[in-house]
């Protein structure tokens, strides 16, 4: 009975030990998704079609006289350690990368861009055509606000394969007068408003 009681508490001990350490390992300060090159340029990220998607904004040509700057889908994934982070906490880790990948609409019936569909008239995403990068990390990206921002091309795959960081006024600038002190525009993203 002795060894039964000891080998009990010695069992608890051991699963409150793991607990904490998985808890502590999940909200640790670091994600690590990005990788960077040896000139410091940020590769492309893998797989992130896999991660998390949490919206597509849409800006059509359609909706802005013909000449939208980006008149594609916006699919936006996080990596997913990211987003559990975020879940629990209301905030992005460090680490945290976000891909924006620009996604054509499909040739539309109508000079608006839309098309008919057995579901009705509406937009359609067509193919890949571009992609965009933040990667929260504050002190490598300090000037520009606590994230990094990166832009793979704006055209059809394949991307580059390395970006280096965009300056201030390219990116970060907008990002920063619009978005709020989170960098995020999160208030389009109904799986990150809360
Ligand atoms: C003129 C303002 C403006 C500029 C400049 C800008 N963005 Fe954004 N960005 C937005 C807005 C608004 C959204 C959200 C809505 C959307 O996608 O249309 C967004 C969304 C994003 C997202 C998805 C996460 C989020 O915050 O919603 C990424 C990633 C991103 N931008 C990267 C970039 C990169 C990289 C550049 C520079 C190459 C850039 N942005 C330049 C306004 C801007």
Not at 103 to 110: A, C, F, I
Not at 138 to 144: L, P, V
Not at 166 to 180: I, L, P, V, W
Request: aromatic letters at 14%.
């Amino acid at each position: 009975m002795k060894y039964f009681i000891r080998a009990v508490t010695l069992s608890i001990i051991i699963t409150g030990l793991l607990l904490s350490w998985a808890t502590f390992a999940s909200e640790s300060e670091s994600v690590g998704a990005a990788t960077y090159n040896e000139k410091g340029e940020l590769v492309l990220p893998e797989g992130f079609r896999e991660w998390v998607f949490i919206g597509a904004p849409l800006t059509p040509n359609g909706l802005n006289n013909g000449e939208a700057g980006f008149p594609e889908y916006h699919h936006v994934y996080v990596n997913p350690d990211a987003f559990a982070v975020y879940k629990r906490t209301g905030r992005f880790p460090e680490g945290t990368v976000i891909a924006k990948e620009l996604v054509l609409l499909q040739s539309g019936d109508y000079p608006d861009g839309s098309k008919n569909a057995a579901s009705g008239r509406g937009f359609f995403a067509g193919d890949a055509h571009g992609m965009d990068v933040m990667v929260k990390d504050t002190s490598r990206f300090s000037e520009t606000n606590g994230w990094g921002f990166f832009n793979f091309g704006h055209h059809a795959v394949p991307y580059e394969r390395t970006a280096v960081a965009a300056s201030k006024s390219e990116c970060a600038a907008c990002h920063t007068a619009n978005a709020g002190k989170g960098m995020v525009f999160q208030s389009y993203y109904p799986v990150l408003r809360r």
